[in-house]
């Protein structure tokens, strides 16, 4: 399919430990967002990559969460040292430019922390 | 910094009535602005958007929104609600790329 890819679908995992979530975006996207979706919380925006420019890190709610984008494609959020309020749908999205115009959402991943 | 405010988190209409969700948004330069479905259990859709020109757009599944600047508003619209229109709907604005959306609204439909 040529949609937005992420995985795992599904993450449960213990307190304290590190988690990565991947996303793969539509081949040729520039633009790359992360948002995560809490119960009663909307879409949190966390992080927004454009090309080679810098990226717009100022979601990420704490020092334990980070994100990379590789090569201008695949992009992994690291969350370290997990917290129960980690909890929620993680949720990547894509689009073709610099406008947001429209961004295409992954399924997202269910992170479960115990 | 642009942020976008609905009111009401939850909203319930009855089949056949008319369908408003509210979206009002902030942004120091002219914003590009959205609305996005969410049907249970499913990824996010895209179901309009505003960029420039006429005010009043029409989307999917009979819905619209008008940008009111003088309102800074952009509240989404639909005569007659269908049952198959219960879902969560977002408001989002967009300046210089970065897509911020509110904390959205579920729409009900009873019968």
């Known amino acids: 399919g040529a949609g937005v890819s992420q995985s795992p679908s599904n993450k449960v995992t213990e307190k304290g430990k590190d988690v990565e979530l991947r996303c793969d975006p539509i081949s040729g996207h520039t633009a790359l967002y992360w948002y995560r979706q809490s119960l009663g919380q909307g879409l949190e925006f966390l992080i927004y990559f454009q090309g080679n420019s810098a990226p717009d890190k100022s979601g990420l709610p704490s020092d334990r969460f980070s994100a990379e984008r590789t090569g201008g494609s695949v992009s992994t959020l690291t969350i370290q040292r997990t917290q129960q309020e980690d909890s929620a749908v993680y949720l990547c999205a894509s689009s073709q430019g610099a406008t947001g115009l429209p961004l295409h959402f992954g399924n997202g991943t269910r992170l479960t922390v115990t | 910094a642009q942020s976008v405010t609905q009111l009401g988190s939850h909203v319930s209409v009855s089949e056949g009535a008319l369908v408003l969700l509210r979206c009002n948004y902030s942004s120091s330069v002219p914003p590009y602005l959205f609305w996005y479905v969410q049907y249970p259990n499913q990824g996010l859709q895209l179901l309009l958007k505003?960029?420039?020109?006429?005010?009043l757009v029409k989307g999917i599944n009979g819905f619209e929104a008008e940008f009111k600047k003088s309102e800074t508003s952009f509240h989404l619209t639909k005569p007659s609600a269908h049952m198959s229109d219960a879902a969560e709907y977002f408001c989002a604005v967009s300046v210089r790329g970065n897509l911020i959306f509110g904390k959205g609204t579920k729409l009900s439909v009873k019968p």
């Open positions: 505003y960029t420039t020109g006429a005010t």
